[in-house]
């Protein structure tokens, strides 16, 4: 079992490049994050997906876009990258039971440094 | 504004001795508590957890208190291994409410960094 997995684990770009980074699931998870974490932060959340075909904003959006075709993928989209995208992402899984009062633990992936120069 | 606060950027223990990690939280609504774990180059891993209804849950040498009127958790090892060296966040979390289904985005603390000295 693989995990979460990530590619790539580092990238440079410059100012208005784009680029997709990748994440794979193998835990047949129905929900998929991707987070950020800026030098001394936390992590913040970028996008999330319940499912397959659905997905949906976080607390910091701007500049990205997500897709969900399978149930594995959730890959992240970064349009005209800036210097203010220089970050750790950390892309994430869970299983959701659906019964409200989730509990779900939150599986991390080993994460992609970008540096936009 | 930072709805989770952990604000002690580092804190050293000796081996063996008790270390306590805290973090404070101001949204009131948040229901559920998480700690993580985060050794370099690794993503965060699941350490314990604490639901609203409860002020105490121990795991082997983990122990996490929540205190629901002072908005204060605490995260307890004993003792102490130098393999607890890590960054230590605190998250919180809420009901996304999405088409009724039940998941948590989690709002993570800046993390604490704990050194255990042999």
């Known amino acids: 079992n693989a995990g979460v997995t990530q590619t790539p684990k580092f990238r440079i770009l410059k100012i208005g490049q784009s680029m997709t980074l990748q994440c794979t699931q193998d835990?047949?998870?129905?929900?998929m994050y991707w987070y950020r974490q800026d030098p001394g932060m936390g992590l913040k959340l970028i996008y999330y997906?319940?499912?397959?075909?659905?997905?949906d904003k976080g607390e910091v959006p701007n500049g990205y876009n997500v897709s969900r075709s399978t149930t594995e993928d959730f890959p992240l989209r970064l349009e005209l990258a800036a210097p203010s995208q220089t970050s750790v992402y950390f892309c994430?899984?869970?299983?959701?039971?659906?019964?409200?009062?989730?509990?779900?633990?939150?599986?991390f992936g080993p994460g992609t440094r970008l540096t936009v120069l | 504004d930072q709805q989770v606060k952990q604000n002690s950027p580092s804190l050293s223990v000796q081996e063996g001795r008790i270390s306590i990690l805290n973090c404070d939280y101001t949204?009131?609504?948040?229901?559920?508590f998480l700690w993580y774990k985060k050794y370099p180059a690794e993503g965060p891993t699941f350490l314990i957890s604490?639901?609203?209804?409860?002020d105490k849950n121990e795991d082997g040498r983990f122990t996490v208190f929540l205190n629901k009127s002072a908005k204060h958790l605490s995260l307890h090892i004993v003792p102490s291994q130098p393999g607890d060296s890590a960054v230590y966040f605190c998250?919180?979390?809420?009901?996304?409410?999405?088409?009724?289904?039940?998941?948590?985005?989690?709002?993570f603390g800046k993390g604490t960094k704990l050194s255990v000295i042999p």
């Open positions: 994430a899984s869970s299983y959701s039971k659906n019964t409200g009062a989730s509990t779900d633990t939150q599986y």
């Open positions: 835990m047949n998870h129905n929900y």
């Open positions: 997906s319940v499912g397959a075909g659905i997905t």
């Open positions: 949204n009131s609504m948040f229901d559920y």
């Open positions: 604490i639901s609203s209804i409860k």
């Open positions: 998250a919180a979390s809420f009901l996304l409410g999405y088409s009724g289904a039940g998941s948590y985005q989690l709002t």
